[in-house]
């Protein structure tokens, strides 16, 4: 059986991303996400837990992320889990982390018009903020149906 890597996650920042460059010049964007799951125990007392995921954005993504994300923003965003492992310097001890690296995200809270829309890994540039227009309609209306007993 094949392998299959996603994960779509909605959560506010938790700190300004941060953008570097590579001595390529790829950008890549680090950021910090929180995700609240609210819930009742058993008992009926309402209890919040929340997680906090790091995030890995990468070329135009990380860019636009960078100009347009904010602390305490929200995004809704698509990716792959990714395991880094290294050696602690000091201790010697290995280390492990679980990270996502972005594929696509949408920008939650753009309603005031301040960003784009939406970027993913197959058009990183911003999206207008308009919805996306549809294919026209057929010339002929579809022929009205033969029976005027509808079921419901």
Same mark, same amino acid.
């Given at each position: ?56 954005? #990468? ?47 949408? #920008? ?43 079921? #419901?």
């Amino acid at each position: 059986m094949g392998s299959y890597n996603k994960v779509i996650l909605a959560g506010n920042l938790t700190r300004d991303p941060e953008l570097r460059y590579t001595p390529k010049g790829t950008a890549i964007a680090r950021l910090g996400l929180a995700l609240n799951r609210s819930f009742t125990t058993d008992t009926g007392e309402k209890r919040e837990e929340v997680t906090f995921v790091d995030v890995d954005a #990468f070329g135009r993504q990380a860019e636009v992320l960078g100009q347009y994300m904010k602390k305490g923003r929200q995004i809704l965003l698509e990716g792959r889990l990714r395991l880094d492992q290294w050696e602690d310097k000091n201790s010697g001890q290995k280390q492990s982390k679980l990270r996502v690296v972005l594929e696509s995200f949408t #920008f939650v809270d753009s309603g005031r018009g301040e960003f784009p829309a939406e970027a993913s890994s197959a058009d990183t540039r911003p999206a207008p903020a308009a919805p996306p227009s549809r294919p026209p309609r057929a010339a002929e209306p579809a022929p009205p149906p033969e029976d005027d007993d509808v079921p #419901f």
